[in-house]
């Protein structure tokens, strides 16, 4: 079936550090992808999405790149900071059959100072 | 500025007991949604409403029910059906009601069993 896998936090990084956080997914059709991030006590906010193979969505210095061929949707910042402590989370929207949109299990960051 | 407010923050059930968790949005978007969150799981749908009196179960509707009886509402019960209540609760918005693509998130009700 339809899924979203992502690498295990937690992930502890020092302030400036580069970041990479792992997502692949399983899905028929072509899916729209998306990274959501939650900071503490929050809810979610949508952070970058990719609607078509190639696509690079990219925010607040975040980035990531739509790979069909890989299955891939791997979330990437050149230079944390302690701000970016925040669980990310990756999700898929189906763009068929009532257009459901699948999230994966989250990944914790920690940024040290 | 507009948004989605969840209240309340904290909540806390007996045994046998239903409780309602509330949700608002001023944002004038048509479609609504309730996920529930677990530790080390993504988030799961319970239900969705693209608009008014109408709303349609997700993958984890049982033990729950809704109502959309205002655009801006879409409170959520959790009943005495539901024998594993203890989660963190989020209520989503998005403009569009063809598709169940969430936009904006509330910041959350977390509900515990006493």
């Known amino acids: 079936g339809d899924s979203v896998t992502q690498m295990e936090g937690p992930v502890t990084l020092s302030e400036e550090a580069f970041l990479t956080i792992n997502c692949t997914y399983t899905?028929?059709?072509?899916?729209?992808l998306f990274w959501y991030v939650q900071y503490p006590g929050e809810g979610l906010q949508l952070l970058l999405k990719a609607t078509k193979a190639d696509d690079k969505g990219s925010n607040k210095g975040f980035e990531a790149t739509y790979r069909k061929e890989t299955t891939s949707f791997h979330l990437e910042k050149g230079s944390v900071q302690v701000s970016d402590s925040a669980v990310y989370f990756c999700a898929l929207r189906l763009n068929t059959g009532g257009f459901k949109t699948i999230f994966g299990a989250g990944t914790r960051l920690f940024v040290k100072a | 500025d507009g948004g989605i407010t969840q209240s309340p923050k904290y909540l806390f059930r007996k045994e046998g007991q239903n409780v309602t968790l509330s949700c608002e949005q001023n944002l004038n978007h048509d479609a609504m949604y309730w996920y529930r969150q677990d530790p080390g799981q993504g988030l799961r749908l319970i239900y969705y409403s693209q608009i008014v009196n109408d709303f349609q179960k997700g993958d984890i509707a049982e033990g729950y029910s809704v109502s959309r009886e205002k655009k801006e509402s879409f409170p959520l019960t959790v009943t005495s059906a539901q024998k594993n209540p203890t989660a963190f609760y989020l209520c989503?918005?998005?403009?569009?009601?063809?598709?169940?693509?969430?936009?904006?998130f509330g910041d959350g009700t977390r509900l515990s069993i006493l």
């Open positions: 899905a028929t059709g072509y899916p729209s």
């Open positions: 989503a918005s998005s403009i569009d009601r063809g598709s169940t693509q969430p936009q904006h």
